[in-house]
């Protein structure tokens, strides 16, 4: 059973950079034509996408991010990841990560649990 | 780009039925039908419930059924129950191959 599991730090101080890990476990990640994602949400807030992985290998960003964030793939490890730069308080949220069909862009499908990461020094 | 517009609350008596609105624009919602919908518990992550405006991924309930008429799409759920208060979301791919989720939505069943 496909199983998605973020990890990384949960303290990151301002202005440095959040690195996060969403390992796939139960299917290969270049098995079939999937893509990769990650959202996040602010404590009591909502969803906000952050950025996608085509299967094809182009990645796209959310216009607001785009300048600090990065999305890369370790198909070794099976594993993507997730890299925020210039990180402040409004980067505090939970970030997940996520698989949909490709080239569907039909919707998030599977679901991590979820990390949290807090930006305080 | 803007996040879709959903209401802030919507409440329904057990049984009855009640729609959720997200209102976006001809560069998402109304432009592909690539509308999803999810639903978030209290401290759990978010599952899908409707993709492609229409369909239900396996394993969930026929009382969920969505639709879309212009740039405003729609969340209806049927025979309300206690265990679907919870936050919706619906998202919208774009026309710059980005993705927007709506404000959310809190159902509470009375």
């Known amino acids: 059973q496909l199983r998605l599991q973020e990890s990384g730090p949960g303290l990151v101080k301002p202005s440095e950079t959040l690195s996060l890990t969403c390992t796939v476990s139960g299917d290969s990640i270049t098995s079939g034509r999937f893509d990769w994602g990650w959202i996040r949400q602010a404590p009591g807030k909502g969803l906000e996408w952050i950025g996608t992985l085509y299967y094809g290998g182009a990645i796209y960003y959310n216009p607001s991010l785009k300048s600090r964030v990065t999305i890369s793939v370790d198909t070794s490890e099976n594993q993507f990841f997730l890299k925020l730069n210039s990180v402040t308080a409004a980067d505090t949220a939970i970030y997940y990560c996520a698989r949909e069909p490709g080239p569907s862009n039909s919707g998030w499908h599977t679901w991590g649990q979820g990390t949290l990461a807090t930006v305080s020094s | 780009q803007s996040a879709l517009t959903q209401p802030a609350s919507v409440s329904g008596s057990p049984g009855q039925s009640i729609t959720i609105s997200c209102t976006g624009t001809?560069?998402?919602?109304?432009?592909?039908?690539?509308v999803s919908w999810y639903e978030q518990h209290p401290g759990k992550a978010p599952n899908l419930i409707i993709y492609?405006?229409?369909n239900r991924p396996s394993g969930v309930s026929n009382r969920f059924s969505g639709s879309k008429s212009g740039n405003t799409a729609s969340l209806t759920i049927s025979g309300l129950q206690a265990e679907d208060e919870a936050d919706y979301y619906c998202c919208a791919y774009t026309t710059i191959d980005t993705y927007v989720f709506g404000t959310g939505t809190r159902v509470t069943v009375l």
């Open positions: 001809s560069s998402d919602v109304g432009r592909y039908n690539h």
């Open positions: 492609d405006v229409i």
